[in-house]
């Protein structure tokens, strides 16, 4: 009885190992995608930063500045 207590035990321990293992790979996973959606926005700002900084100066050229 002692020895089904412990056996029993050692499963719950390592059935734990293994959910712990599997989480760690989601929050790697998760860090990824948000690092990837991260650097995909800031893409997008300079994207928009330059071409805002063309309308300018193309405005100021018409204008004759």
Do not use: C, P, W
Not at 15 to 33: C, I, N, S, V, Y
């Amino acid at each position: 009885s002692q020895q089904q207590g412990g056996e029993h035990l050692q499963r719950e321990v390592h059935a734990l190992r293994d959910e712990l293992a599997m989480m760690r790979d989601q929050l790697r996973d998760l860090k990824d995608t948000t690092t990837q959606y991260d650097l995909s926005f800031d893409t997008a700002l300079q994207r928009i930063d330059r071409r805002v900084t063309s309308i300018e100066q193309e405005n100021q050229q018409r204008l004759g500045r």
